[in-house]
């Protein structure tokens, strides 16, 4: 089994900014060379999250909807009270959609249904330069 690992940035607007990565997703596959294998793509840092999602406007708003009623960005947070960078709410958005993904891959083609791409979910409260993580094992 081989690993490639390849990183890129992608800058967000925060507040929930939402990012297809299923495009980079498939050129780091093709520039792995590997034909079968899985792909995880990570996010590092507390505040952002990786997932899959029909990457279309009505459903990115009504993610983001779900997000602001379950954890709303004007609740408490003792976060807040710590750091007073108001951000509270991103973090724990973050913890409850996760930092990664696993995909697996067949002759060199993601196994994705139809309508779902891979996305990037930036929380936080100000625009931000992310680095993703694309690490690819496989043959």
């Not at 279309?56 to 408490?76: F, I, M």
């Not at 990664?100 to 931000?128: A, Y």
């Amino acid at each position: 089994m081989a690993v490639k690992t390849f990183s890129q940035t992608v800058n967000t607007e925060g507040w929930g900014d939402t990012k297809n990565l299923t495009p980079e997703a498939e050129k780091y596959i093709n520039k792995s060379g590997l034909s079968d294998g899985i792909l995880t793509v990570f996010v590092p840092g507390s505040t952002g999250a990786i997932t899959t999602i029909e990457f279309e406007s009505g459903v990115v708003k009504d993610l983001a909807g779900v997000l602001e009623r379950q954890v709303p960005a004007d609740a408490h947070y003792h976060h807040n009270e710590r750091w007073h960078d108001g951000n509270g709410f991103s973090h724990v958005r973050s913890a409850l959609v996760g930092p990664s993904l696993t995909v697996p891959f067949s002759n060199g083609k993601l196994i994705l249904g139809t309508w779902q791409q891979i996305v990037l979910l930036d929380f936080d409260n100000n625009p931000r330069s992310r680095e993703v993580v694309f690490q690819i094992i496989g043959e």
